[in-house]
């Protein structure tokens, strides 16, 4: 029987455990060369156990990676449209279908350095590094998933916000650059033309 093209349930739980057990892999941020091996190294050991799941699909673990990237930004906007509805209108989404299954809540928790800790009545938050049987109260989850997809947002903004600043000025330093290297270039001219005028004088 030929595998499937997609993600198995299962598979997508193995993942979401996977990054809960490495919150520093889940939020993609890799600057130095000694952080990209190790993400690297991290990726292909779950791409192995992901791939173990027979009902599931075959992934490299460079598509596994892109997998969880395209997922995080999917459920980003998802987010994002549920907080925009919330602010003007002062209800959520569900009357209009738009809420996060349980599965999106995890990944945001995880985004913001949290685990959702799922039981038969009610999901559950609590700090990445708490034992899972230390449960926040159930009447607490509700305003906490709400204020920690309100906290990635916001980080999420800040950083395309700094980024576009960082492009602005990567131009200008582009621009200043540019206008340096015209105005060698025309003094190169001019003294090449005084040089040849010298020549011609003599």
Known sequence: MPRSTVPSRVQVDMLLECLEE???LATGHARTSHARDRVRA?????AIQL???ENGCIKSWQQWSK???????AVKKKA???RTGIQTTGVDGEEEGLVLSTVEERMVALMVGRRLVTDRK???IVPIEQNSNQQTPPSENDSQLASLAERFIAVE??????DRLVMQNQQKMLEIFLATSEAWTR?????QELCAAIKRES
Do not use: G
């Open 42 to 46: 991290a990726w292909r050991e779950i």
């Open 22 to 24: 490495r919150p520093w």
């Open 157 to 162: 903004e800040k950083r395309l916000e700094n």
């Open 80 to 82: 994002s449209q549920i």
């Open 67 to 73: 997998y969880w990237k395209d997922k995080k930004s």
């Open 51 to 53: 791939n173990s799941d």
């Open 122 to 124: 009610k999901p559950n």
């Open 187 to 191: 003094q190169a001219q001019a003294i």
